[in-house]
């Protein structure tokens, strides 16, 4: 099983993806926190990456796809898996649609979480301070929010269009309430 958690920054990706996990038996794979790890190790996609995040921009679909495929590829991944953070272009997701039809597989459902961009911001800018994330800027939140409605929301219409089941959820409200509308939703 393949799915996506699928939603701007700040909206509960992360945060949902691990009740997800547990409770659906998926490997969550964040490329986020994978992107973050290769920054703190300082190797060359890290430092690319760096460069690109601070500034609130996404990574190039050619760098983020070869990541990925190497994660799937990884016989160490099981196959029942979440994607958090990726796709996040046309390109990604097109990409990735072709690296799983090979493996005859395809994405089996998608969580979007939908919440209203002031409270994104507000949760980003309380993130910062508590985790110290570099790329919490007010700056680079405002491009990525920029960066979300102009490519990444495609991603959403893709999906929907090839008649992949899509879970819209609310997500404002406290963990449990959000992850129970999910629940809700997807029945798997």
Do not use: C, W
């Not at 490329?31 to 190039?60: F, Y």
Request: cysteine-free; glycine content about 10%.
């Amino acid at each position: 099983m393949i799915g996506l958690i699928f939603g701007p920054p700040g909206s509960g990706k992360g945060t949902q993806a691990g009740h997800v996990e547990r409770e659906f038996k998926l490997s969550h794979l964040s490329t986020g926190d994978i992107l973050r790890a290769e920054v703190a190790r300082g190797s060359d996609i890290g430092k690319e990456a760096e460069r690109i995040m601070r500034a609130g921009d996404l990574v190039p679909d050619d760098l983020i796809i070869r990541i990925v495929q190497g994660i799937l590829r990884d016989p160490n991944v099981s196959s029942e898996v979440l994607l958090d953070g990726f796709p996040r272009t046309l390109e990604q997701a097109r990409a990735l649609d072709e690296m799983l039809a090979k493996e005859g597989h395809r994405v089996d459902f998608v969580i979007a979480f939908q919440v209203p961009e002031g409270v994104l911001v507000e949760r980003l800018l309380h993130r910062a301070a508590v985790e110290g994330r570099a790329d919490d800027t007010r700056e680079a939140i405002t491009e990525r929010m920029h960066e979300y409605r102009n490519l990444t929301a495609k991603v959403l219409d893709h999906y929907r269009e090839a008649g992949v089941r899509l879970a819209e959820i609310d997500g404002v409200g406290e963990v449990d309430q959000v992850f129970e509308r999910i629940r809700k939703a997807l029945k798997l």
